[in-house]
C-alpha cells in the first residue's frame, strides 16, 4: 500500500469535513475565504501553487481543528 502524502491527507481531510457536516460547496469556500474552483482543485488533490495558509486558520476557527491535525487522517 502506497504512503499517502502530506498534501493528498490535506486535501482529502479538507473534502471530509465538508462532507460530514454536510456543507456545499459553495459554503465551504466561504468559510474558507477561496474561491469554488479552488476548493474543487483541493478536494481533487491539487493545491495551488501560491496558496496561503489563511484556510487553514478558517478550518480552526470554525471546525475547531488545529491546522496539525489536518495532516492526520481524520475520517
Known sequence: MEKLSDTQILC???KYLRQKHKLSKNKMSQ???IGTK??????NGILPPRM??????RI?????I???QLFSILS
Open 38 to 43: 479552488t476548493l474543487t482543485q483541493i478536494e
Open 60 to 64: 480552526q476557527s470554525h471546525f475547531g
Open 31 to 33: 468559510i474558507l475565504g
Open 66 to 68: 488545529r491546522p496539525q
Open 52 to 57: 496561503s495558509c489563511e484556510p487553514l486558520f
Open 12 to 14: 482529502q481531510n479538507i
